[in-house]
Each structure stands twice: as C-alpha cells, then as structure tokens.
Nanobody, 115 residues
Framework: QVQLVESGGGLVQPGGSLRLSCEGS????????MGWYRQVPGMQRELVAS???????NYVDSVKDRFTISRDNVKNTVYLEMNSLTPEDTAVYYC?????????WGQGTQVTVSS
C-alpha cells in the first residue's frame, strides 16, 4: 500500500512559479512510475508529466519547457516545478504512483493562476 500526500499548491499570478511536492509512504518507491495529473471541473483528468524509476520523463505538450518533474528516491518524493504559469494551468493537481497492476492517487492540491 502506498499513500501519497501532495503539498505546494496555492494562488499565483500569471507568469509566476510554484513547486508541488508529493511524498509517498511505503516501500519500493523507486520502482514506481510517478506522475502529476490535473483536473478542471467538468473535464477529464489529464496527465501533465511523469517520471519513471530510471529518471526518464514525459510531458504533455502544453507544459513542455515550462514544467519540470523530478524525484528524490531517498526522500520518497516527487516534485513538479511549474514556471511561466498561465490561467489555463488552473486545476486540481494529483500525484499518481503506478507499478502494474497497482495505482495510487493523492488527495489533490489546488493550483489557481489569477491576477
């Protein structure tokens, strides 16, 4: 069983930055593919970025060159550094841990980009 706790969301002005953190409990964290998803009311949850155990990363086109996902396997933590934020980035951001066949979700953290 893995429990995920996100932190770092909040209100930021357009053009600003935020760093989200997701700390996981349990063993074997380094083997999990970790991802950040986001969801806007009435829309499907979308994958924003993911990082595999070997450190390889994947990003949705809309955040490439603005967001960076990283992980610290000693601290059992994955990060999402978000720069040049726009109102379109406003959403609830969820942390995900995946190791087939298990998948786990955090409770979500709100990110609001507004002036």
């Amino acid at each position: 069983q893995v429990q995920l706790v996100e932190s770092g969301g909040g209100l930021v002005q357009p053009g600003g930055s935020l760093r989200l953190s997701c700390e996981g409990s349990g063993t074997g964290f380094s083997f999990y593919t970790m991802g950040w998803y986001r969801q806007v009311p009435g829309m499907q949850r979308e994958l924003v970025a993911s990082i595999r155990g070997d450190g390889s990363t994947n990003y949705v086109d809309s955040v490439k060159d603005r967001f960076t996902i990283s992980r610290d396997n000693v601290k059992n933590t994955v990060y999402l550094e978000m720069n040049s934020l726009t109102p379109e980035d406003t959403a609830v951001y969820y942390c995900n841990a995946r190791l087939f066949p298990q998948t786990y979700w955090g409770q979500g953290t709100q990110v609001t980009v507004s002036s």
